[in-house]
């Protein structure tokens, strides 16, 4: 059986991410999602488990966004 086309628009339109898009959302391992995003965040029931909703998650990023001075 051949391999489903990926849906990028649908992915753009999603506001619920599992565990691993979430990760993969937010640049991090398992181990640093736990520890700098998971707290902060809604875990919602889906499904098999839990999601995570994208507005949320963009929140908790910008919190954690550090700017430094142009030199």
């Known amino acids: 059986m051949a391999r489903r086309k990926v849906d990028y628009d ?4 999603q506001e619920f991410l599992t565990k691993g898009q979430a990760m993969a959302y937010t640049l991090r391992s398992e181990e640093k999602f736990n520890e700098e995003i998971r707290p902060y965040v809604h875990i919602y029931r ?7 909703f994208l507005p949320e998650l963009r929140k908790r990023m910008l919190d954690l966004v550090e700017i430094s001075p142009i030199y």
């Open 10 to 13: 649908g992915l753009m339109n």
């Open 46 to 52: 889906a499904g098999h488990g839990g999601c995570y």
